[in-house]
């Protein structure tokens, strides 16, 4: 075992630049049912496994060609490394400042609507995982646990939304939001209305789900979600809901002849993010952001960062990779905080938007497969993959802070600098 293995598995004190001490959260050994899964990949194939066939492919999904999708992780690969020797030390310090908090990893969970359809309690696992390992879970609105729940057991603070283009209901479920006790709104703009996913429709994917043979035998074949999932969510919380898309619990999962209701979205407007604003007295985040323009707007409005993202390759199929995107993004942003998700899957693609100055970013998929084969540990021991490759990474570029990683760590793929994106 190599010194970097050792540092993580011992869960060693790291000392940070201010002089102060962080306790890094030990690495934790694989779950059984994880042994062989070495990389994020890997969880996708051991949930394809677990999974009934629609639950899978819900979660893996994307837009029509699945063009976008392939770009998000294909033009990581257009940027090089250039490493700088006999610079780290044996200790590496990968905290992360967000928002005046600061966090032990650079990455967080992204919001995955139905997480606890793939995973038992999938929001409270991803939850309490995060937060178990220094850094925290994005609730979805789409979720099927009501977000007051996830607030007190998980401790969870950072909410998105789906709001519709009505006022009233606009405002009802950001004062809902608020008595949670969440602090950080999370305000989606890419789901005018749901990207053609084409691998859904071939697999009869729909919500509410419908009773059918097919259903039930998909279920048959894989008892271990069967019984360690949905047999066990029906005993422990009765059959799932909608719980969070209003201000009121919405439509249950398994249902007939019923609509899930998305009522509304086409409408909404940035007059509707001004009302949040207004209304909204903790932290305003935009996600889905891909044009400077709306950079500009919600600077302008008050928001205090944006999500730079393509929702995962599930909506405009052929859309920019939020990596793409970021050159036009970065001179409009000001002092608003720059996240980013959709394609992450190395420690290798954090450390590259770190250097291009984004402040932090989100995965989504590998953790909610993680969930899905080995519930929180699979969680937690998925974070730990993650931040040792982010770790291993630091050592090899020479540097033992994430402020160390800078534009200066980059080169496109002749060699050339790449620009920095970010005004100083």
């Known amino acids: 075992m190599n010194g970097t293995d050792q540092d993580q598995a011992s869960g060693t004190t790291t000392s940070v630049p201010d002089g102060g001490v962080r306790q890094v959260a030990p690495r934790e050994p694989a779950p059984r049912s994880l042994a062989k899964c070495f990389s994020l990949d890997d969880l996708e194939a051991a949930a394809r496994r677990h999974l009934p066939r629609r639950v899978f492919g ?15 992780r294909e033009d990581f690969s257009s940027l090089r490394f250039v490493p700088r020797g006999l610079r780290t ?7 992360r400042t967000l928002f005046g908090q600061t966090y032990d990893r650079p990455f967080g969970i992204a919001p995955m609507g139905l997480s606890a359809l793939a995973a038992y309690d999938g929001d409270i696992a991803l939850a309490k995982a995060a937060r178990d390992k220094g850094t925290f879970a994005i609730m979805s609105a789409s979720s099927l646990t009501s977000l007051e729940r996830v607030a ?5 603070r950072w909410f998105q939304a789906y709001f519709p283009g009505d006022m009233a209901r606009v405002l009802s479920m950001t004062d809902r ?7 950080t709104l999370v305000v989606t703009i890419d789901v005018q209305m749901n990207g053609k996913r084409e691998d859904d429709l071939r697999n009869g994917w729909q919500t509410p789900l419908q009773p059918s043979l097919r259903l039930a035998m998909e279920g048959v074949t894989h008892p271990r979600w069967l ?17 969070n898309l209003d201000s009121q619990r919405g439509l249950p999962i398994l249902a007939r002849n019923l609509l899930r209701s998305f009522a509304g979205r086409e409408s909404l407007s940035w007059e509707h993010v001004k009302a949040v604003r207004e209304r909204w007295k903790g932290r305003l985040v935009l996600k889905g952001v891909l044009s400077p323009q709306d950079a500009a707007l919600a600077r302008r409005i ?15 199929d052929g859309a920019l990779s939020p990596l793409a995107a970021l050159p036009r993004i970065m001179p409009e942003v000001g002092e608003m905080a720059v996240m980013m998700d959709s394609g992450f899957r190395r420690g290798s693609d954090v450390l590259r938007a770190i250097a291009l100055g984004v402040d ?14 080995a519930g929180e540990p699979g969680v937690r021991y998925a974070i730990d993959v993650l931040s040792g490759e982010i770790d291993r990474g630091m050592a090899l570029l020479g540097a033992y802070t994430l402020g160390q990683i800078t534009i200066d760590h980059l080169a496109r793929q002749d060699g050339t600098p790449v620009t920095p994106l970010r005004p100083s």
């Open 177 to 183: 939001v608020a008595s949670a006790g969440f602090d």
């Open 152 to 156: 007190a057991e998980a401790g969870s």
């Open 360 to 373: 932090f970013v989100f995965l989504g998929r590998p953790f909610l497969f993680a969930a899905a084969v």
């Open 89 to 95: 030390r044996t200790v590496r310090e990968q905290s």
């Open 227 to 243: 019984f360690g999932t949905a047999f066990k969510t029906l005993c422990h919380h009765g059959m799932p809901h909608f719980e």
């Open 58 to 72: 819900y979660v893996a999904s994307a837009a029509e060609t699945g063009a976008s999708f392939r770009a998000n």
């Open 302 to 316: 008050g928001c205090d960062g944006i999500i730079v993202s393509n929702h995962g390759g599930r909506q405009m």
